[in-house]
T-cell receptor
Framework: DAGVTQSPTHLIKTRGQQVTLRCSPK?????VSWYQQALGQGPQFIFQ???????QRGNFPDRFSGHQFPNYSSELNVNALLLGDSALYLC??????????????FGDGTRLSIL | GEDVEQSLFLSVREGDSSVINCTYT??????LYWYKQEPGAGLQLLTY?????DMKQDQRLTVLLNKKDKHLSLRIADTQTGDSAIYFC?????????FGAGTRLTVKP
Protein backbone atom coordinates (compact mmCIF):
# COMPACT_ATOMS: atom_id res chain seq x y z
CA ASP A 1 0.00 0.00 0.00
CA ALA A 2 1.82 3.09 -1.26
CA GLY A 3 1.89 6.08 1.03
CA VAL A 4 1.92 9.69 -0.09
CA THR A 5 4.39 10.19 -2.93
CA GLN A 6 5.84 13.49 -4.08
CA SER A 7 7.93 14.48 -7.08
CA PRO A 8 10.52 15.66 -7.66
CA THR A 9 12.51 15.10 -4.46
CA HIS A 10 14.81 18.06 -5.12
CA LEU A 11 14.57 21.06 -7.38
CA ILE A 12 16.76 24.09 -8.04
CA LYS A 13 15.28 27.22 -9.62
CA THR A 14 16.27 30.85 -10.02
CA ARG A 15 14.37 33.94 -8.91
CA GLY A 16 11.42 34.83 -11.12
CA GLN A 17 10.92 31.32 -12.46
CA GLN A 18 7.85 29.15 -12.00
CA VAL A 19 7.69 25.67 -10.47
CA THR A 20 5.19 22.79 -10.33
CA LEU A 21 5.31 20.18 -7.58
CA ARG A 22 3.30 16.98 -7.69
CA CYS A 23 1.65 14.75 -5.12
CA SER A 24 -0.13 11.41 -5.20
CA PRO A 25 -2.18 10.75 -2.08
CA LYS A 26 -2.18 7.57 -0.05
CA UNK A 27 -4.47 4.92 -1.52
CA UNK A 28 -8.07 5.53 -0.43
CA UNK A 29 -7.51 9.17 0.52
CA UNK A 30 -9.53 11.94 -1.11
CA UNK A 31 -8.13 15.14 0.40
CA VAL A 32 -4.75 16.76 -0.22
CA SER A 33 -3.11 19.53 1.80
CA TRP A 34 0.11 21.38 1.06
CA TYR A 35 2.55 22.78 3.62
CA GLN A 36 5.73 24.83 3.45
CA GLN A 37 8.47 24.00 5.95
CA ALA A 38 11.29 26.50 6.18
CA LEU A 39 14.57 25.40 7.74
CA GLY A 40 14.29 25.01 11.50
CA GLN A 41 10.55 25.63 11.58
CA GLY A 42 7.33 23.67 11.68
CA PRO A 43 5.20 23.20 8.56
CA GLN A 44 2.96 26.12 7.58
CA PHE A 45 -0.39 25.40 5.90
CA ILE A 46 -0.67 26.63 2.29
CA PHE A 47 -4.04 25.21 1.18
CA GLN A 48 -6.22 22.12 1.03
CA UNK A 49 -8.04 20.51 -1.89
CA UNK A 50 -11.16 18.38 -1.66
CA UNK A 51 -13.40 17.33 -4.55
CA UNK A 52 -11.10 19.21 -6.95
CA UNK A 53 -11.69 22.54 -5.22
CA UNK A 54 -9.64 24.64 -2.81
CA UNK A 55 -11.42 24.20 0.49
CA GLN A 56 -9.22 26.35 2.74
CA ARG A 57 -6.21 28.58 2.25
CA GLY A 58 -3.50 29.69 4.63
CA ASN A 59 -1.67 33.01 4.68
CA PHE A 60 0.16 32.67 1.37
CA PRO A 61 0.11 35.05 -1.62
CA ASP A 62 -1.68 34.36 -4.89
CA ARG A 63 1.66 33.31 -6.42
CA PHE A 64 0.88 29.97 -4.77
CA SER A 65 -1.84 28.06 -6.59
CA GLY A 66 -2.91 24.49 -6.86
CA HIS A 67 -5.04 21.92 -8.52
CA GLN A 68 -6.59 18.58 -7.69
CA PHE A 69 -7.35 16.03 -10.38
CA PRO A 70 -10.23 13.51 -10.55
CA ASN A 71 -7.86 10.75 -9.36
CA TYR A 72 -7.23 12.89 -6.20
CA SER A 73 -3.60 13.69 -7.10
CA SER A 74 -2.58 17.31 -6.78
CA GLU A 75 -0.16 19.94 -8.01
CA LEU A 76 1.28 22.98 -6.28
CA ASN A 77 2.36 25.83 -8.55
CA VAL A 78 4.48 28.76 -7.47
CA ASN A 79 5.03 31.72 -9.80
CA ALA A 80 7.62 34.51 -9.71
CA LEU A 81 9.85 32.61 -7.30
CA LEU A 82 11.57 34.53 -4.51
CA LEU A 83 14.63 33.55 -2.48
CA GLY A 84 12.30 33.19 0.52
CA ASP A 85 10.39 30.42 -1.24
CA SER A 86 13.32 28.07 -0.59
CA ALA A 87 11.87 25.38 1.68
CA LEU A 88 10.68 21.80 1.98
CA TYR A 89 7.20 21.51 0.47
CA LEU A 90 5.14 18.79 2.07
CA CYS A 91 2.01 17.16 0.76
CA UNK A 92 -0.39 15.46 3.16
CA UNK A 93 -3.43 13.36 2.39
CA UNK A 94 -6.40 12.19 4.41
CA UNK A 95 -9.74 10.51 3.96
CA UNK A 96 -12.21 13.18 4.97
CA UNK A 97 -15.45 12.35 3.27
CA UNK A 98 -16.13 16.04 3.88
CA UNK A 99 -15.75 15.77 7.68
CA UNK A 100 -12.09 16.76 8.20
CA UNK A 101 -11.63 14.51 11.23
CA UNK A 102 -9.04 12.09 9.94
CA UNK A 103 -5.30 12.42 10.57
CA UNK A 104 -3.15 13.67 7.72
CA UNK A 105 -0.38 11.47 6.36
CA PHE A 106 2.68 13.17 4.89
CA GLY A 107 4.99 12.49 2.00
CA ASP A 108 8.75 12.98 2.15
CA GLY A 109 8.49 16.39 0.52
CA THR A 110 10.14 18.29 -2.31
CA ARG A 111 13.21 20.32 -1.36
CA LEU A 112 13.05 23.55 -3.40
CA SER A 113 16.14 25.76 -3.57
CA ILE A 114 16.00 29.21 -5.16
CA LEU A 115 19.26 30.74 -6.39
CA GLY B 1 4.91 32.83 14.50
CA GLU B 2 3.54 29.51 15.68
CA ASP B 3 0.45 29.31 17.86
CA VAL B 4 1.64 25.96 19.17
CA GLU B 5 4.71 26.14 21.42
CA GLN B 6 7.35 23.54 22.18
CA SER B 7 10.78 23.58 23.77
CA LEU B 8 13.41 23.32 21.05
CA PHE B 9 15.83 20.72 22.44
CA LEU B 10 15.81 17.63 24.66
CA SER B 11 18.72 15.31 25.37
CA VAL B 12 18.39 11.96 27.15
CA ARG B 13 20.42 8.81 27.71
CA GLU B 14 19.49 5.57 25.97
CA GLY B 15 17.05 3.59 28.12
CA ASP B 16 15.70 6.65 29.94
CA SER B 17 12.22 8.09 29.40
CA SER B 18 11.76 11.22 27.27
CA VAL B 19 9.00 13.73 27.87
CA ILE B 20 8.25 16.31 25.20
CA ASN B 21 5.87 19.11 26.13
CA CYS B 22 3.60 21.30 24.05
CA THR B 23 1.09 24.08 24.65
CA TYR B 24 -1.61 24.90 22.14
CA THR B 25 -4.02 27.79 21.85
CA UNK B 26 -7.28 26.64 20.27
CA UNK B 27 -9.52 25.14 22.94
CA UNK B 28 -11.93 24.00 20.22
CA UNK B 29 -9.35 21.67 18.64
CA UNK B 30 -10.94 18.24 18.54
CA UNK B 31 -7.74 16.31 17.84
CA LEU B 32 -4.12 16.83 18.82
CA TYR B 33 -1.24 15.07 17.11
CA TRP B 34 2.37 14.05 17.47
CA TYR B 35 4.55 13.66 14.39
CA LYS B 36 8.19 12.57 14.05
CA GLN B 37 10.58 13.90 11.41
CA GLU B 38 13.91 12.26 10.68
CA PRO B 39 16.62 14.01 8.62
CA GLY B 40 15.68 14.37 4.96
CA ALA B 41 12.24 12.86 5.48
CA GLY B 42 8.65 13.98 5.79
CA LEU B 43 6.49 13.81 8.89
CA GLN B 44 5.53 10.43 10.30
CA LEU B 45 2.30 10.30 12.30
CA LEU B 46 3.11 8.81 15.71
CA THR B 47 -0.15 9.10 17.57
CA TYR B 48 -3.11 11.39 18.15
CA UNK B 49 -5.61 11.98 20.92
CA UNK B 50 -9.22 13.07 20.86
CA UNK B 51 -9.93 16.10 23.01
CA UNK B 52 -12.36 14.27 25.31
CA UNK B 53 -9.57 11.93 26.44
CA ASP B 54 -6.85 12.76 28.96
CA MET B 55 -4.49 9.89 28.21
CA LYS B 56 -3.66 7.52 25.40
CA GLN B 57 -1.03 4.77 25.47
CA ASP B 58 0.41 3.05 22.43
CA GLN B 59 3.31 0.68 23.16
CA ARG B 60 6.24 2.89 24.29
CA LEU B 61 4.30 6.11 23.69
CA THR B 62 2.03 7.80 26.23
CA VAL B 63 0.15 11.00 25.43
CA LEU B 64 -1.23 13.15 28.23
CA LEU B 65 -3.72 15.95 27.58
CA ASN B 66 -4.59 18.68 30.06
CA LYS B 67 -7.38 20.52 28.28
CA LYS B 68 -7.79 23.12 31.03
CA ASP B 69 -4.18 24.26 30.65
CA LYS B 70 -4.04 23.45 26.90
CA HIS B 71 -1.02 21.28 27.58
CA LEU B 72 -0.06 18.16 25.68
CA SER B 73 2.86 15.86 26.37
CA LEU B 74 4.46 12.85 24.72
CA ARG B 75 6.35 10.36 26.84
CA ILE B 76 8.64 7.85 25.15
CA ALA B 77 9.57 4.96 27.43
CA ASP B 78 12.94 3.18 27.11
CA THR B 79 14.22 5.74 24.60
CA GLN B 80 16.47 4.29 21.88
CA THR B 81 19.04 5.92 19.58
CA GLY B 82 16.58 5.39 16.72
CA ASP B 83 14.19 7.76 18.49
CA SER B 84 16.56 10.67 17.77
CA ALA B 85 14.54 13.02 15.55
CA ILE B 86 12.45 16.19 15.61
CA TYR B 87 9.02 15.80 17.21
CA PHE B 88 6.15 18.08 16.25
CA CYS B 89 3.00 18.75 18.18
CA UNK B 90 0.01 19.82 16.05
CA UNK B 91 -3.56 20.92 16.55
CA UNK B 92 -6.33 20.57 14.00
CA UNK B 93 -8.13 23.69 12.85
CA UNK B 94 -11.06 23.57 10.46
CA UNK B 95 -9.11 21.75 7.75
CA UNK B 96 -5.55 22.89 8.39
CA UNK B 97 -3.08 21.62 10.94
CA UNK B 98 -1.03 24.06 13.01
CA PHE B 99 2.40 22.89 14.10
CA GLY B 100 4.88 23.88 16.73
CA ALA B 101 8.50 24.57 15.76
CA GLY B 102 9.47 21.05 16.81
CA THR B 103 11.56 19.56 19.62
CA ARG B 104 14.88 18.05 18.61
CA LEU B 105 15.39 14.88 20.67
CA THR B 106 18.96 13.63 20.98
CA VAL B 107 19.52 10.19 22.50
CA LYS B 108 23.01 9.53 23.83
CA PRO B 109 24.30 5.94 24.07
Amino acid sequence: DAGVTQSPTHLIKTRGQQVTLRCSPKSGHDTVSWYQQALGQGPQFIFQYYEEEERQRGNFPDRFSGHQFPNYSSELNVNALLLGDSALYLCASSFDRGQSNQPQHFGDGTRLSIL
Amino acid sequence: GEDVEQSLFLSVREGDSSVINCTYTDSSSTYLYWYKQEPGAGLQLLTYIFSNMDMKQDQRLTVLLNKKDKHLSLRIADTQTGDSAIYFCAEKGNNDMRFGAGTRLTVKP
